[in-house]
């Protein structure tokens, strides 16, 4: 299957899948989506990430996460940059997500990094995703 747009595509797998209450999703694998998992790992909002050979191409295996086994840590996922439109921040101009109780996955030349980790080491780039 040809997605234009994967990391989209990656975000609403993981978001159909906590709405259906499902335990794990899988995504095809890439570099980009196995760092953005991680960040997602870091910052609680799944469990767990595995990669796997599923035949040929490798897979990612996302554990998601539910307080008291009923409701989705991941309450929103949204996609910001997009291949039609891309959105780039200053380092002053990362937003912050929900007032800092979500958080914003951005790509600097240095990897892909949270938006508070961006602020830190005073980088910019291009800001991928929304989680809260």
């Given amino acids: 299957m040809n997605v234009s747009d994967p990391i989209a595509d990656m975000l609403t797998r993981v978001r159909n899948a906590s709405r259906a209450r499902h335990t794990e999703v899988i995504v095809p694998a890439s570099r980009t989506k196995r760092e953005i998992a991680r960040i997602l790992v870091e910052e609680g909002f799944i469990a767990d990430v595995r990669e796997e050979r599923n035949g040929v191409a490798p897979v990612l295996r ?52 949270t938006g508070s980790q961006a602020r830190q080491a005073e980088l910019g780039g291009e800001i991928l995703a929304y989680v809260w």
């Avoid at 009923?70 to 949204?78: D, E």
């Avoid at 921040?89 to 958080?103: C, F, M, N, Q, S």
């Fill in 62 to 113: 996302l554990q998601l996460k539910y307080v008291d086994g009923k409701v989705p840590v991941v309450s929103g996922l949204k996609r910001i940059s997009k291949p039609g439109l891309r959105v780039y921040a200053r380092k002053t101009d990362i937003p912050r997500v929900l007032g800092g109780l979500g958080i914003v996955i951005v790509s600097t030349s240095r990897g892909i990094m």
